[in-house]
């Protein structure tokens, strides 16, 4: 018996409307990839992956989605890095013949770092949310990376507040002209001692940089970085003396989210191979039931591209 061939639509049937389309693809498609940390271990991780081509052929019904899912199937099986991502978005555009010419992909994951505590030598796992966006068009090909980095902010306002309140109560407990110092030890030590505390949140630094055709970031690095520009990152396994090591942090970064985005607005500008960047800072406010927020991004020339906003929460 004569089998015939299966039909191909995208391949057999024209464009009821020409027209060119710039991006074509899928999204969320589920792939395992290894990436490397501190130059030492690779870490494979479920990633969620988007993936597009450029529609250039005005006559042509479609991509060949299959053709492009199959090419990053082929990621799980390399290390994911910035010379096989390069591959990946080759065979992407010459995946669909002559009627591609630009290529896209999207890998969201979260890295799970390892931490050491403040001072006791405990340490814990934490995950920071990831996003790599690789592009290839006619001139080049380009890279983003996207951060969500948490930390702990305190109030300066607050922590002002609070110092008040904590000398009028040594005055009204010490009335007298002098006081005896092992006396007041003993009452700041104690339950009385327990006047006022400055509020304090769980903030969050979303970051995201374009670095272009420059050499890929360690991204470990990179987070562990932002974090010491911060100064007060949040922690996993903790003693005691972390505990107390890490209220001392905080008393020792008093921040407005104004405090935090000039730090990382400083660090980024004096990164190189950053070409733009936009990052929000968000202090989920304690004190009120909103959070307080700053966004800002680079100055850009126009003959580069303009980043304008995050996939994430806004």
């Known amino acids: 018996m004569l089998m015939r061939a299966l039909p191909d639509i995208t391949s057999d049937v024209e464009a009821e409307t020409p027209a060119t389309l710039q991006w074509v ?18 870490q494979t991780v479920a990633a969620k992956t988007n993936v597009f081509v450029s529609l250039d052929a005005a006559d042509s019904k479609g991509i060949h989605m299959s053709r492009v899912h199959l ?21 992407m555009v010459t995946s669909q013949g002559d009627i591609s010419q630009q290529a896209k992909v999207e890998l969201k994951f979260d890295a799970i770092l390892k931490k050491d505590a403040l001072l006791s030598g405990e340490s814990g796992f934490q995950s920071y949310p990831v996003i790599i966006r690789a592009e290839k068009n006619l ?31 040594i005055n009204d407990a010490f009335p007298d002209a002098t006081i005896d110092k092992q006396e007041l030890l003993l009452w700041a030590q104690s ?50 003396v972390d505990e107390q090591e890490f209220a001392r942090l905080n008393a020792n970064n008093l921040m407005f989210c104004e405090d935090a985005a000039r730090r990382i607005k400083s660090s980024l500008e004096a990164m190189n191979a950053v070409e733009d960047y936009w990052f929000k800072v968000e202090h989920q406010e304690s004190l009120h039931a909103h959070n307080a927020v700053v966004t800002d991004s680079k100055k850009v020339t126009d003959s580069k591209r303009k980043i304008t906003g995050s996939n994430r929460k806004s």
């Not at 090419?71 to 065979?91: F, P, T």
């Not at 050499?215 to 690095?221: T, V």
């Open 25 to 42: 693809g899928m999204e969320e498609i589920a792939v395992p990839i290894s990436i490397q940390f501190n130059n030492e271990f690779s």
């Open 71 to 91: 090419a990053i199937n082929k990621l799980a099986g390399v290390e994911c890095n910035q010379n096989n991502i390069n591959k990946l978005l080759d065979e």
């Open 139 to 169: 001139q080049r090909y380009s890279y983003e990376f996207e951060l969500t980095i948490p930390y702990s902010s305190t109030c300066p306002c607050s922590a002002s507040l609070t110092r008040q309140l904590y000398a009028n109560a």
């Open 191 to 240: 339950q009385q001692g327990s006047v006022a505390t400055p509020h304090s949140q769980r903030s969050y630094a979303y970051i995201r940089l374009a670095i272009g055709e420059s050499d890929w970031p360690d991204l470990s690095d990179l987070i562990f970085h932002f974090e010491e520009v911060i100064g007060t990152p949040v922690q996993t396994a903790v003693k005691r």
